[in-house]
């Protein structure tokens, strides 16, 4: 039986359901010279600002348990020199390229989405999960402020965009109808959760910021919770699936939890080509169980009301 693993998201086709992470294939042409690109329905290149980020100081990456701790900073060269150094480097990669928008303000995320779109890349998506410099908040903590954002792209960008969100919203829901309602044509769930650790022989934290991103399989449970939350409420909303992903079944439960399709982020550090083993075991898994399309799973674990 061949298992079709072609999906839609939106207005997007992807040949695989698999996404690479932004933040963790760098800028993609250098990951490509390691990996087999040929397993991902799209990659995601690293999140680019209006000007040059200098990032954190270090220590900024650190293991915590079986996830990782991150504090990068969204260290970046800005839009002008990614435009000069990397974009030319994008074209015959072999699998699309999705850029990713960051800034301080609506207007600097508009910016730098006009400038990807020039760029060619297949999609944009917005990093709302990086800090508001204003107030130290999130963009993606706040329904309107997320919205407000994704407005400005939507006006400044007729290519596909997506919504990066974060588990550490209170209301996850009222965020991704937010952005939703203002064009975006999916949504990402999810982007890290906050969590920090101690070197108990230094009496410091591990990361010089104190806190920063926890991610790795920790993270699956609560993101899955986030895609299913979503997808019940918000049916008509593709879901991009992330967090700890590092098998078939994993994927399988995040599509059968709603998603259309799975990102892949921490695995790449331990793994740089884990996306052909796990494409095979969801292909396998699908096989075993009688699926002829990964898209059959899509949603297939939502309980209904008189269930619960």
């Not at 002008?80 to 609506?106: D, F, K, N, Q, Y």
């Amino acid at each position: 039986m061949t298992v079709v693993t072609a999906v839609d998201l939106g207005r997007l086709h992807l040949e695989t359901p698999l996404v690479a992470a932004s933040g963790t294939v760098g800028s993609v042409w250098e990951f490509a010279r390691v990996a087999d690109v040929s397993a991902y329905g799209a990659m995601t290149a690293k999140s680019v600002s209006p000007d040059p980020w200098p990032g954190r100081r270090p220590p900024r990456l650190a293991p915590a348990g079986a996830g990782m701790l991150n504090a990068i900073g969204i260290q970046n060269p800005g839009i002008e020199a990614w435009l000069r150094e990397t974009a030319p480097r994008l074209r015959g990669i072999g699998c699309p390229v999705w850029g990713s928008a960051v800034g301080r303000t609506p207007d600097e995320f508009a910016h730098v989405a006009a400038k990807l779109d020039e760029a060619g890349v297949a999609a944009v998506e917005i990093n709302l999960s990086c800090p508001n410099l204003e107030d130290g908040r999130m963009f993606a903590l706040d329904p309107s402020r997320s919205g407000e954002v994704v407005a400005a792209v939507r006006a400044a960008t007729s290519a596909p965009i997506g919504a990066k969100l974060s588990p550490n919203a209170d209301d996850i829901v009222a965020v991704a109808e937010a952005c939703a309602a203002a064009g975006a044509d999916w949504v990402t769930l999810t982007n890290t959760i906050s969590g920090a650790s101690i070197d108990v022989e230094t009496a410091r934290p591990v990361l010089s910021s104190g806190a920063g991103g926890y991610s790795g399989p920790p993270l699956k449970p609560i993101a899955l919770r986030c895609v299913m939350e979503v997808a019940s409420r918000l049916p008509q909303l593709p879901i991009l699936g992330c967090g700890g992903v590092v098998s078939g079944r994993d994927v399988v439960e995040y599509l059968m939890a709603g998603a259309t399709a799975v990102g892949l982020g921490t695995i790449h550090f331990a793994d740089p080509r884990a996306a052909r083993r796990i494409l095979e075991e969801l292909v396998i898994w699908c096989e075993r169980h009688g699926v002829k399309a990964v898209t059959d799973l899509i949603g297939s674990a939502h309980v209904t009301k008189e269930e619960r």
